[in-house]
């Protein structure tokens, strides 16, 4: 192949990677909600991403009764994916009850255990001493819904329920200190 050919060739790739990246400039990125959402029982589309409303979801907890998303509706809530082989989850756990501790009733954490048996997840709750809502997602269809990519994973709600951050890995106290702050002085 001759020298002009060859930047004849060159040429045409970069003239299609910029026609390519025109058209993907001009239509824009979809939202991740938009294909990653799902429609909740009442056929209201939900996704869990930022600005959005948390999916519903009723499960077990540890002390026994079920407990629903919906319960927490009024407190800035705190949605904590775990499980006991987890060691940032260890750390995050006492972060989250001193967290707990500083904001008598008005904060709810609603802590996920993620396929652990009621007596694994009852010894750790006696062993750290918490006394916040431990829940039991024993299949996985919750941290499913939520997208759980591994753990921990956080999730900070306004009181509407509504979705203000997402934390993937282990969160520290002072950033859910600060989401409360800015969620508390909104309200």
Same mark, same amino acid.
């Given at each position: 192949?001759?020298?002009?050919?060859?930047?004849?060739?060159?040429?045409?790739?970069?003239?299609?990677?910029?026609?390519?990246?025109?058209?993907?400039?001009?239509?824009?990125?979809?939202?991740?909600?938009?294909?990653?959402?799902?429609?909740?029982?009442?056929?209201?589309?939900?996704?869990?991403?930022?600005?959005?409303?948390?999916?519903?979801?009723?499960?077990?907890?540890?002390?026994?009764?079920?407990?629903?998303?919906?319960?927490?509706?009024?407190?800035?809530?705190?949605?904590?994916?775990?499980?006991?082989?987890?060691?940032?989850?260890?750390?995050?756990?006492?972060?989250?009850?001193?967290?707990?501790?500083?904001?008598?009733?008005?904060?709810?954490?609603?802590?996920?255990?993620?396929?652990?048996?009621?007596?694994?997840?009852?010894?750790? #709750? $006696? &062993?750290?001493? =918490?006394?916040? +809502?431990?829940?039991?997602? !024993?299949?996985? %269809?919750?941290?499913?819904?939520?997208?759980?990519?591994?753990?921990?994973?956080?999730?900070?709600?306004?009181?509407?329920?509504?979705?203000?951050?997402?934390?993937?890995?282990? #969160? $520290? &106290?002072?950033? =859910?200190?600060? +989401?409360?702050?800015?969620? !508390?002085?909104? %309200?």
């Amino acid at each position: 192949m001759s020298t002009l050919n060859r930047l004849l060739h060159l040429l045409a790739a970069f003239l299609s990677l910029g026609a390519a990246l025109a058209i993907l400039t001009a239509a824009g990125l979809p939202k991740r909600g938009d294909y990653s959402g799902f429609r909740d029982h009442f056929g209201l589309f939900r996704a869990p991403e930022l600005d959005s409303q948390a999916p519903a979801f009723t499960l077990s907890t540890a002390s026994g009764p079920a407990l629903t998303l919906e319960q927490a509706r009024g407190a800035i809530t705190i949605i904590n994916f775990w499980a006991t082989w987890c060691q940032p989850c260890r750390r995050e756990m006492r972060d989250l009850q001193m967290l707990y501790d500083s904001y008598p009733g008005r904060l709810r954490i609603l802590a996920v255990n993620l396929g652990e048996s009621l007596q694994v997840v009852r010894d750790w #709750v $006696s &062993q750290l001493g =918490l006394t916040y +809502d431990i829940l039991l997602d !024993g299949q996985g %269809a919750v941290a499913a819904r939520y997208q759980v990519r591994g753990l921990p994973t956080t999730l900070v709600l306004d009181s509407n329920l509504v979705i203000h951050r997402i934390y993937y890995g282990a #969160v $520290s &106290q002072e950033h =859910l200190k600060g +989401d409360f702050n800015y969620l !508390g002085a909104k %309200a």
